[in-house]
T-cell receptor, first 114, second 111 residues
């Protein structure tokens, strides 16, 4: 149980493109979903927390207009990187959590902006 | 600011060896400590610890929390090459809505 699916696994696109990443909890309803960013050889940095039907809470330093988060249902959250630039290239990982259970992570999306 | 520190940064062992990974934390409001294993993709859940002194075990892996010392250890016995990965320690806040991760320990198990 506790399977989280993230799609796509890899994106390569031109500078200025907007990219949408989906995160789904497949076998449970997630009360909260989280979006992280991981740079090479570094640990996970929380970007934002989202609850179904409400606005996401962004960590300090994360631009909410740049990284749009939509949490449309208890099983789906999306992250849209708007007008992506090379410095946005990174590994983006989502996680989902139900109640007091641990966070379970998707397989991540490797984003490369040319 | 919450802080999680893992040691060592990396280690290399041979199959059959036992490894002990350390995690220490400084957090304002503690709820739980979690261990994850990260290979090429995203982290997979290993343990969630909330009570001090109670060992959690899963096969060759075990972990224990010491709230007095604000630390935890993860043990892997009879290591196999498949145990090669980055092991991440994270602390959850009391509201249950934030994990603070340590920098990870990179373990390489040689045949």
């Amino acid at each position: 149980g506790a399977v989280v699916s993230q799609h796509p696994s890899r994106v390569i696109c031109k500078s200025g493109t907007s990219v949408k990443i989906e995160c789904r909890s497949l076998d449970f309803q997630a009360t909260t979903m989280f979006w992280y960013r991981q740079f090479p050889k570094q640990s996970l940095m929380l970007m934002a927390t989202s609850n179904e039907g409400s606005k996401a809470t962004y960590e300090q330093g994360v631009e909410k207009d740049k990284f749009l988060i939509n949490h449309a249902s208890l099983t789906l959250s999306t992250l849209t990187v708007t007008s992506a630039h090379p410095e946005d290239s990174s590994f983006y990982i989502c996680s989902a959590k139900k109640g007091n259970q641990p966070q379970h992570f998707g397989d991540g999306t490797r984003l490369s902006i040319l | 600011e919450d802080k999680v520190v893992q040691s060592p940064l990396s280690l290399v062992v041979h199959e059959g060896d036992t490894v002990t990974l350390n995690c220490s934390y400084e957090v304002t409001n503690f709820r739980s400590l979690l261990w994850y294993k990260q290979e090429k993709k995203a982290p997979t859940f290993l343990f969630m610890l909330t009570s001090s002194g109670i060992e959690k075990k899963s096969g060759r892996l075990s972990s224990i929390l010491d709230k007095k010392e604000l630390s935890s250890i993860l043990n892997i016995t009879a290591t196999q090459t498949g145990d090669s990965a980055i092991y991440l320690c994270a602390v959850e806040n009391s509201a249950g809505n934030k994990l603070t991760f340590g920098g990870g320990t990179r373990v390489l198990v040689k045949p």
